[in-house]
C-alpha cells in the first residue's frame, strides 16, 4: 500500500508556470508506476499524464502535450509534474495516483493523494 500527498498548487496567471510535487510513503515507491489526473469543477476527472516505474516511459493527454513534464526521483519517493504555458482551462484540482500497473488514458488507479488545487487567472 502506498500513501501519497501533493503540494505545490496555486493561483497563477495565464502563460505562467507550477510545479506539483507528490510524495509518496513507504519503501516500495519504485514498484509503482504514477500518474496525475485533475478535475475541473463541473467535468469528469481527466487523465493528464503517466510514468513508468522507472520513469523510462511517459504519456501525455493531448491537451497537455509539450507544456507538461512528468518525472519522478525514486530516491526521494517524489513524483513531479511540471506544468508551462498554463491556460485557463487548465484549472482544476489535481490528483497523484499510483498503480503497479503503468496505465494510459484512465482515471482507474488504486491509490489516490487528496488533491491540489490549481487556478489559472486569464
Known amino acids: 500500500q502506498v500513501q501519497l500527498v501533493e503540494s505545490g498548487g496555486g493561483l497563477v496567471q495565464a502563460g505562467g508556470s507550477l510545479r506539483l510535487s507528490c510524495a509518496a510513503s513507504g519503501r516500495t515507491f519504485s514498484s509503482y508506476a504514477m500518474a496525475w489526473v485533475r478535475q475541473a469543477p463541473g467535468k469528469e476527472r481527466e487523465f493528464v499524464a503517466s510514468?513508468?516505474?522507472?520513469?523510462?516511459?511517459?504519456y501525455y493527454a493531448d491537451s497537455v502535450k509539450g507544456r507538461f513534464t512528468i518525472s519522478r526521483d525514486n530516491a526521494k519517493n517524489t513524483v513531479y509534474l511540471q506544468m508551462n504555458s498554463l491556460k485557463p482551462e487548465d484549472t482544476a484540482v489535481y490528483y497523484c495516483?499510483?498503480?503497479?500497473?503503468?496505465?494510459?488514458?484512465?482515471?482507474?488507479?488504486?491509490?489516490w493523494g487528496q488533491g491540489t488545487q490549481v487556478t489559472v487567472s486569464s
Open positions: 510514468i513508468s516505474r522507472s520513469g523510462g516511459m511517459t
Open positions: 495516483a499510483a498503480d503497479k500497473v503503468y496505465k494510459l488514458e484512465t482515471d482507474r488507479f488504486s491509490y
